[in-house]
């Protein structure tokens, strides 16, 4: 018999100079919306892309992650795919992030099940999800607007 032996590691593809210190600790979506504009440039993009902010016990960034780019109006997204991200960088808490390409930021249905099912599986592996925020014209919070998914 064969027996297959692996290991996991978890890559860096690039780092970016950003003086996040003046931001402090991440527990407010201003502070992921001003990332999310000015590096990621996520309200300029034409396609929704879906990412995560995993964060460390003293809820500082330790990665971003894109997590899927989808089309116009959509975007696949699957705990497994989220959550082997936040394992693999030891996070203790995430933050969910997506862009509305039409500028309007109203969550659909489907926001709101992702929502609700990243939360469960967050829960279920010690990993909390702190915030979903949905970037478009304005920014929208699920945490600010007390939306009981989280």
């Known amino acids: 018999m064969r027996l297959n032996f692996y290991s996991v590691q978890q890559v860096k593809e690039k780092a970016v ?8 600790q991440m527990n407010q979506p201003q502070k992921i919306e001003n990332i999310a504009r000015n590096v990621l440039e996520i309200d300029k993009s034409d396609v929704e892309k879906f990412y995560i902010f995993t964060l460390n016990t003293k809820n500082k960034i330790a990665g971003i992650h894109l997590i899927s780019q989808g089309d116009l109006n959509s975007s696949l997204v699957h705990p497994r795919e989220v959550f082997k991200r936040a394992i693999l960088n030891n996070a203790s808490r995430i933050m969910l992030l997506h862009n509305h390409p039409s500028g309007d930021t109203t969550p659909s249905l489907s ?17 909390n999800v702190l915030d979903h925020i ?9 945490y600010q607007n007390k939306k009981h998914l989280l």
Do not use: H, M, V
Not at 17 to 24: C, L
Not at 134 to 142: E, L, M, T
């Open 17 to 24: 100079n950003y003086n996040i210190d003046d931001f402090g």
């Open 111 to 127: 926001d709101d099940k992702i929502t609700k099912r990243l939360s469960e599986a967050g829960k279920l592996l010690g990993i």
């Open 134 to 142: 949905i970037i478009g014209d304005n920014c929208y919070s699920y």
